[in-house]
């Protein structure tokens, strides 16, 4: 059964960067696998921030981006606000019509 | 600006079938490019691709879940829908439909909670 890894939690303080990352047990993570990045608050749907590896929705902050990291796919805060205190989700495409998510990371900003 | 909002008993009984429908209001079911999604979010877990259908009717479902799930669409209503057979309560989740548009999934809707308990 493939598994999709995300850190469980990090820490970030204020004005720091910080980069999540998006692991595949079928090994490295390329661009085929379309990456997808998710912010959810408490209470709240995920939105969409990253999709196919690196590009941003109109409503993505520029502080937000997403790369290939050492074969896995990656997000990286730069400058951390408060309001970036959430669960992040990757979500990666394994073909014929097959998607799985990460467990998720939750990110405090401390 | 499409949005999505899903609809459905928040109780279901073990071994029996849970029903979902998400209604589309701002753009048409019928247009094309979209796939329309449901996803599900066990509490206090990730989130997990439930399948999709595209506006032609060609549905995808998670291999884990092919065999208990469909997903239908009613362009009458402007609605598609989820049924998931045979219920237990590892079926108790938040339920989410959303789009594809094959690049990006968004927008989602609120997500529903539905329980599965005697």
């Known amino acids: 059964q493939t598994v999709v890894t995300q850190e469980p939690s990090l820490t970030v303080s204020p004005g720091g960067t910080v980069t999540l990352t998006c692991a595949s047990s079928?090994?490295?993570?390329?661009?085929?696998?379309?990456p997808n990045w998710f912010q959810q608050k408490p209470g709240q749907a995920p939105r969409a921030l990253i999709y196919n590896t690196s590009n941003k929705h109109s409503w993505t902050p520029a502080r937000f981006s997403g790369s290939l990291l050492g074969g896995k796919a990656a997000l990286t805060l730069s400058g951390v606000q408060p309001e970036d205190e959430a669960e992040y989700h990757c979500?990666?495409?394994?073909?014929?019509?097959?998607?799985?998510f990460g467990g998720g990371t939750k990110l405090t900003v401390l | 600006q499409v949005q999505l909002q899903e609809s459905g008993p928040g109780l279901v009984k073990p071994s029996q079938t849970l029903s979902l429908t998400c209604t589309v209001s701002?753009?048409?079911?019928?247009?094309?490019?979209?796939?329309w999604t449901w996803i599900r979010q066990h509490p206090g877990k990730g989130l997990e691709w439930i399948g999709y259908i595209y506006y032609s009717g060609s549905t995808y479902y998670n291999p884990s879940l092919k065999s208990r799930i469909t997903i239908s669409l009613d362009a009458s209503k402007n609605q598609f829908s989820l049924k998931l057979n045979s219920v237990t309560a590892a079926d108790t989740a938040v339920y989410y439909c959303?789009?594809?548009?094959?690049?990006?999934?968004?927008?989602w809707g609120q997500g529903t909670l539905v329980t599965v308990s005697s």
């Open positions: 701002g753009g048409s079911i019928s247009s094309g490019g979209y796939y």
């Open positions: 979500l990666l495409y394994y073909g014929a019509d097959n998607w799985i």
């Open positions: 079928t090994g490295a993570v390329t661009s085929s696998f379309y």
């Open positions: 959303a789009t594809y548009n094959s690049n990006w999934f968004d927008p």
